[in-house]
């Protein structure tokens, strides 16, 4: 049986659920950190800060999917400036205290101003 978390509608520009339970495991689509400026949602004025807001925006899906951040097994950290590496690692780890989770960082570039996106996999249900 497969679960969609947040599918989303017909017609919208990201034609992907924000996460999917399978198996015994979550798959979270990348996401950066939330930016509305008409709203008053900036994502960060620093590259620690879009992690800190990444990561939070992670820990909400993944609670919606019946998981949490300590259940991560896997992520994947996107970043656009090599030069955001070290700070954004600094604000990384601190999400992660019992342990981190295996990770593949990769530079992208999206039509956003975003500095850095995640996905990860967790482990399906709160044990």
Do not use: K, W
């Not at 924000?18 to 950066?32: E, I, K, Q, W």
């Not at 990444?54 to 992520?75: K, N, P």
């Not at 999400?95 to 570039?109: E, I, K, N």
């Amino acid at each position: 049986m497969i679960a969609f978390i947040g599918q989303p509608g017909t017609g919208e520009a990201r034609p992907f659920s924000r996460a999917t339970v399978a198996g015994g495991l979550v798959f979270v689509s990348g996401h950066s950190a939330p930016h509305d400026p008409a709203r008053g949602v900036h994502r960060g004025a620093t590259a620690g800060e879009e992690v800190r807001n990444a990561l939070a925006t992670l820990a909400g899906i993944l609670a919606e999917a019946g998981s949490g951040l300590g259940r991560v097994v896997q992520v994947t950290m996107l970043i656009t400036d090599p030069a955001d590496y070290a700070e954004c690692n600094a604000e990384y780890v601190t999400h992660f205290p019992g342990g981190l989770p295996a990770r593949h960082t990769a530079r992208f570039g999206v039509p956003t101003e975003a500095r850095v996106a995640f996905s990860c996999i967790a482990l399906a249900g709160v044990g």
